[in-house]
């Protein structure tokens, strides 16, 4: 299995997803669905990773459980001032005096640009996905199981890392409240040949902790949503 995508939503997929192709460097896509945006960005010698965005009709409600940290480093300022000229804005969130800088995307989906960090080696643009955790031990365990990332040096209580020690960190964070409503921005996982297809990766997932998403919105396709034994969102698409 390998974790595949990593899905956003906005008001206008296609202006959000030209921010992203240029802030990241992706190669553009063909989504499944008109008015979605897909691009792909690929780690050398790493894991390549799909950004997709697909229509909302709401602005991003507070309360984001899951963000892209970008690599800045002694960049960091250079970093800012490019993404704020493709777009981005600069944000408060009550963050305060933090070495990292936190910005917007043209929709409002928050991001922070992060400061030098030893962890931070060969990730890419992305330097991690900080997904919040009401016990991070247990989830590590989970994701670990859920997408062959190993266990990484790194900022959060607990940090997986593709297998190649390359691309972005997936930090498990200690939650600052309880999951309230949909994640704005979610995982998927894909099954891989010689592995659990994916009713197995389901069943996987569901004896570690996860729950199936029972809204509506959640019903009808060809990849099943679930959450993951903090609450998030994330869906276990066909076997490819």
Same mark, same amino acid.
């Given at each position: ?10 008001r206008d997929p296609e202006r959000t ?11 553009? &896509?063909?989504?499944?669905? *008109? ?29 984001? $459980?899951?963000?892209?940290? @970008? ?10 001032d490019r993404l704020l000229g493709l ?8 963050? $305060? ?5 936190? +910005?917007?995307?043209?929709? &409002? ?50 940090t997986l890392r593709h297998a190649s020690? $390359?691309?972005?960190? +997936? *930090? ?14 979610? @995982? ?14 389901? *069943? ?28 998030? *969102? ?7």
């Amino acid at each position: 299995m390998r974790l595949e995508n990593i899905v956003m939503q906005a008001r206008d997929p296609e202006r959000t997803g030209a921010f992203w192709s240029a802030a990241l460097g992706l190669v553009d &896509g063909r989504p499944p669905h *008109e008015g979605d945006y897909e691009g792909r960005l690929t780690i050398p010698g790493g894991p390549w990773l799909d950004i997709c965005i697909e229509p909302v009709p709401h602005p991003p409600p507070p309360g984001w $459980r899951l963000h892209l940290d @970008l690599l800045g480093g002694v960049r960091q300022q250079e970093v800012v001032d490019r993404l704020l000229g493709l777009g981005a804005r600069r944000i408060d969130i009550g963050q $305060r005096a933090v070495p990292w800088v936190v +910005l917007a995307d043209p929709d &409002g989906n928050p991001f922070c640009v992060m400061d030098e960090r030893a962890p931070y080696q060969d990730t890419g643009p992305i330097a991690a996905l900080p997904l919040d955790s009401a016990d991070p031990e247990r989830d590590g365990q989970f994701w670990a199981a859920v997408t062959g990332w190993v266990p990484a040096d790194g900022i959060g209580p607990v940090t997986l890392r593709h297998a190649s020690l $390359r691309g972005p960190l +997936l *930090e498990l964070c200690h939650e600052p409240e309880p999951k309230a409503r949909q994640n704005r921005t979610h @995982l998927d996982v894909r099954p891989e040949p010689g592995g659990p297809d994916q009713v197995e990766l389901v *069943e996987l997932a569901l004896s570690l902790g996860a729950t199936r998403a029972t809204e509506d919105w959640a019903q009808g396709h060809p990849w099943v949503v679930l959450r993951d034994p903090s609450g998030n *969102e994330f869906c276990v698409l066909a076997s490819g």
